[in-house]
DNA sequence: TCGGTTTACTTTACCGGTTAAGTTAGCCCG
DNA sequence: CGGGCTAACTTAACCGGTAAAGTAAACCGA
């Protein structure tokens, strides 16, 4: 319950000023060397800890950048986060994290705590309903520096880091023509969102440059998680025949559609094959292994964080707005071909 | 780039003083209510947003709490830090959370980081490595409340918070023998954790209230990762004839151990039985899945921050110094017994 | 021996808020 | 018609630092 000392404590002790002690405890020159001997051992003694928020508060910078995602509990912001963490301590820059999730409100909200906190920048991942780009409109103009990562919103100036996602669909997608597939599926994410979008163009992409066309009845849209891969795949059981395979927007979704599939007996890849976007730690534990897409998480959020870096030591350098970040695919135990399937 | 508005800025505007712009703001009710409607109004125009710095210096409580962790991208710690950012959220209190890298230097750096932004108490789990107590107790003596979770410091004076790990270590074993076995065999994490002590004790109350023993050969101690395991049913293999089940000391290291056998062509659980303490969100898709212990990670952390805001709301109050949260044994695929492993 | 540096401080001001203690004008009341 | 009260402010002081400008003594060379 002891108040925190202070400059002015130990000040009065030495009767010197607070300025001195202050100058002392930055080893500034013009402070005499027994002076700041002093000064030094009676802090120590005394466990003397700057105030932070009074530091920051005078000076210009506060070292400080806001990171806002949807939520942790997720394979690839949990990694990125880390990533971030890590690359920012290395930088002497501290990271104030908080959690939207996955809502837009609740995101508006801690964007306003960070610019009230005088954050010097702002890296961010949108949830999945975020619409409204006014409030990231004015950090800008405002002349806080912002970068999007991962879930980004596109086409509106801002800086945005992510998986290249078109590229990344179209090759899994090539990737499994070439294993002789013809007929395929896809179970997407919410259609606003530019991630599902992106993974959707490069899934037609690819079959259209291959001649190929997906049914109607084969495409069908839900969200991210688990769940929506569940009921994707019910979803694709009423609408008649399955596809030879299925293209999962992401990682969860495609084990919503496994663990369906067991329950129905449908076997993976025999009866229907199955790749997504995104990959798991568990991944080669599971059985089958899902083919995926691995996606550079830690990559994506060093990268994000040292645009930012760069936008705040250099304010007028106009940064490059959109950064794909290549992917590579994982070859698993499903997506083995028609041939195959026996 | 523009300058963030100040109070002062909306009182030159409007010809008054900044204190009066002020008490406006808050709504106090000694300035005009003709002022008042001016000074909201030019505020929300030039989008005033009170620097958070500046208030809280002033403040007594900065209505911030320290959170430490080892890593992110760990199961249990992910769940528990999403519960405690939501619980924070709820009571209107910031959540400043440092990361360790499981480095307890940077730890130590961490929490002193923390004490200079003068949060209003401290959530820690501590990484495998720290040993110096030193800092903690300064922490506590210094009048900051300080509460452990998961990873905690024991017999030490200190409020920790964690899983029942000696009962649910017991449990579950207990369980094993109740299915028919009767050789077991240990690997272990790092000896001076107390996880690792409290686990191992479990493990060895509930064979010893049955009478049985562990050979020598059979108990291995590494650490808490999938590494771990992998090495740790190495070390066994070497030591002679592996045991009829494996007590793991987690998740990952079970897992570890999954992956090597399967890789020796170790049948699990025919040739070798399986269980840990732990779980995963992907167990229920691993073949086997492993039978093992659900630990309440979102009850942990909502526990820990509840302890902690009491403590804050209550300095004098004394607080219960350990509370082992119950577990529950989650039934796998594995632990089957030896009469159906054939 | 006098003016110019240096050295080692101190004083003042500021960062952007909050709180406590004035101040002034108008009003009511006896 | 003068004293107390209230409404609506303002001023001063403080939170705990930092930066810039000021000052006094000692030294130093011409």
Do not use: W
């Not at 700057?50 to 912001?77: C, D, E, M, W, Y």
């Not at 090539?174 to 606003?192: L, V």
């Not at 001649?211 to 569940?230: C, M, Q, T, W, Y």
């Amino acid at each position: 319950m002891s108040k925190p000392v202070t400059l002015q404590d130990i000040a009065n002790r030495l009767g010197i000023s607070k300025v001195s002690v202050s100058k002392a405890l930055r080893g500034q020159s013009d402070i005499g060397k027994a002076t700041t001997e002093k000064v030094l051992a009676l802090a120590h003694e005394l466990g003397y800890r700057p105030n932070i928020l009074a530091q920051k508060l005078s000076a210009k910078h506060t070292r400080t950048i806001g990171l806002v995602v949807p939520k942790i509990a997720h394979h690839f912001l949990t990694r990125a986060i880390d990533a971030i963490y890590i690359s920012a301590n290395e930088q002497n820059y501290e990271i104030v994290m908080m959690v939207s999730e996955e809502n837009a409100e609740l995101e508006r909200k801690h964007i306003e705590t960070l610019l009230s906190m005088r954050v010097d920048g702002l890296l961010v991942s949108v949830t999945e309903k975020t619409t409204d780009v006014e409030i990231f409109k004015y950090v800008v103009e405002s002349g806080t520096p912002l970068v999007f990562f991962d879930r980004v919103i596109e086409d509106q100036g801002f800086v945005c880091i992510r998986s290249a996602d078109e590229q990344g669909a179209s090759d899994l997608v090539e990737y499994a023509i070439n294993k002789g597939y013809t007929e395929f599926g896809h179970i997407g994410g919410y259609e606003q969102v530019s991630i599902s979008q992106h993974r959707f163009k490069g899934f037609m992409k690819a079959l259209d440059s291959h001649g190929l066309k997906p049914a109607e009845n084969h495409i069908v849209l839900g969200g991210f998680s688990r769940s929506d891969g569940f009921s994707g795949l019910d979803k694709l059981l009423e609408q008649g025949p399955l596809p030879q395979i299925i293209f999962a927007v992401t990682y969860p979704v495609a084990l919503g559609v496994l663990l369906r599939s067991r329950e129905l007996g449908i076997k993976i890849p025999q009866d229907v094959d199955l790749v997504c976007f995104g990959n798991s730690e568990y991944n080669e534990l599971i059985t089958p292994s899902i083919t995926g897409i691995n996606q550079p998480a830690a990559e994506i959020g060093v990268l994000a964080l040292s645009k930012l870096l760069e936008q705040i030591d250099n304010p007028a350098k106009l940064i490059e707005n959109n950064i794909n970040v290549p992917v590579e695919i994982n070859v698993g135990n499903t997506c083995v071909g028609p041939g195959r399937q026996a």
